[in-house]
Nanobody, 115 residues
Framework: QVQFVESGGGLVQPGGSLRLSCAVSGIIFNTYAMDWYRQAPGKQREWVARITASGRTTYADSVKGRFTISRDNAKNTVALQMNSLKPEDTGIYYC?????????WGQGTQVTVSS
């Protein structure tokens, strides 16, 4: 059974950095692309970044140049390095495999950007 466990969130000032991590189990990790999503208070969940099985990356325009997605196939983890954080980056961050085959989401990790 697939499981995603996100961690690394917290409270950070504008301009600061955080590194999120997602531990994945229950799938053959190195054969799947992985996504990061986020959900701000009162808003719909939005896609943030993707890394393919071969390591190619794509980003939402809102985070391009500030966020970096990476993966460690030996540890079955995917990370999101977030720099130059802005208040509008506040939300719960989730990882998920692509393509998803169910409506399952992990518990997410809260990121709050505030002075």
């Amino acid at each position: 059974q697939v499981q995603f466990v996100e961690s690394g969130g917290g409270l950070v000032q504008p301009g600061g950095s955080l590194r999120l991590s997602c531990a994945v189990s229950g799938i053959i990790f190195n054969t799947y692309a992985m996504d990061w999503y986020r959900q701000a208070p009162g808003k719909q969940r939005e896609w943030v970044a993707r890394i393919t099985a071969s390591g190619r990356t794509t980003y939402a325009d809102s985070v391009k140049g500030r966020f970096t997605i990476s993966r460690d196939n030996a540890k079955n983890t995917v990370a999101l390095q977030m720099n130059s954080l802005k208040p509008e980056d506040t939300g719960i961050y989730y990882c998920r495999r692509f393509p998803a085959v169910s409506n399952y989401w992990g518990q997410g990790t809260q990121v709050t950007v505030s002075s």
